[in-house]
């Protein structure tokens, strides 16, 4: 009798497979101004570092009381003021709508929509473009190279995200990577199920590296043969449209 595949060890939620939260800082969030305040005003008190984040983090206390965590784009510096408002400057570090926004503004930790926080662009070395103003709202471009309408309402930072060459550097050995993985929970060394002996993967046994069946599975399969392609539409190449 086999012993249990790995998802079937990942999906039991033990501790082996979950990523440290004890080591977390704080959520990167925009603060909200309250009722009778158009915008706040703060002062970066501390740059820091999370585990398994790429990005540092900045500790902004505002003069109303509260503090926040922002991501800190490239620039920003310590005892550096920033203004989160509608009546801010397009300098760096501080938070305005993109309906506020000059075209051309590079903007990072949008808000997907009016109020959530940012959630767009917040990795390492990425950022947003403002490409123009239209009815159906702001234009701007994703890091991944597709231009959408955003609310002009919607909050963003101007600016890059700061460890734009973080990737470039290569990790030299295997225990930096098993750090990295460690912490934000991911599974590492990844294994193929064809190198597996038939007693620990489906995929596994013969003497030939072959599945020597279809990998593509139904996404109500048990746990112990759901692995490969859960409930694939199609694989392999697209299949080009014949023309007529």
Same mark, same amino acid.
């Given at each position: 009798m086999g012993k249990q595949i790995r998802v079937q060890r990942r999906g039991r939620g033990g501790s082996v497979f979950r990523a440290r939260s004890f080591r977390r800082i704080a959520p990167v969030r925009f603060p909200i101004a309250t009722e009778g305040q158009s915008s706040l005003r703060g002062v970066v008190r501390e740059i820091m570092h999370e585990a398994a984040r790429g990005t540092p983090l900045a500790l902004v206390e505002f003069t109303n009381g509260t503090a926040c965590c922002l991501a800190a784009p490239e620039g920003l510096a310590l005892n550096q003021g920033i203004v989160v408002g509608s009546d801010a400057s397009p300098n760096v570090g501080n938070v305005l709508p993109l309906g506020r926004m000059p075209e051309g503004t590079l903007v990072c930790n949008v808000e997907l929509r009016p109020g959530d926080g940012g959630r767009l662009a917040r990795a390492s070395g990425t950022y947003c473009t403002v490409v123009s103003h239209t009815p159906q709202g702001t234009e701007i471009h994703l890091p991944s190279g597709k231009?959408?309408?955003?609310?002009?309402?919607?909050?963003?930072? +101007?600016? +890059? +995200?700061?460890? /734009?060459?973080? &990737?470039?550097?290569?990790?030299?050995?295997?225990?930096?990577?098993?750090?990295?993985?460690?912490?934000?929970?991911?599974?590492? #060394?990844?294994?193929?199920?064809?190198?597996?002996?038939?007693?620990?993967?489906?995929?596994?046994?013969?003497?030939?590296?072959?599945?020597?069946? #279809?990998? &593509?599975?139904?996404?109500?399969? #048990? #746990?112990?043969?759901?692995?490969?392609?859960? /409930?694939?539409?199609?694989?392999?190449?697209?299949?080009? /449209? +014949?023309? &007529?």
């Open positions: 231009s959408v309408y955003m609310n002009n309402q919607c909050r963003a930072m +101007i600016g +890059i +995200i700061a460890g /734009a060459g973080r &990737t470039e550097k290569p990790f030299l050995k295997a225990g930096t990577v098993k750090k990295l993985m460690r912490s934000r929970g991911r599974v590492w #060394p990844t294994t193929s199920g064809q190198k597996m002996v038939s007693a620990s993967h489906p995929h596994g046994g013969g003497r030939h590296k072959h599945s020597g069946k #279809p990998t &593509t599975v139904s996404r109500n399969a #048990p #746990p112990g043969r759901k692995v490969g392609m859960i /409930a694939a539409r199609q694989t392999g190449r697209a299949k080009r /449209a +014949i023309r &007529t």
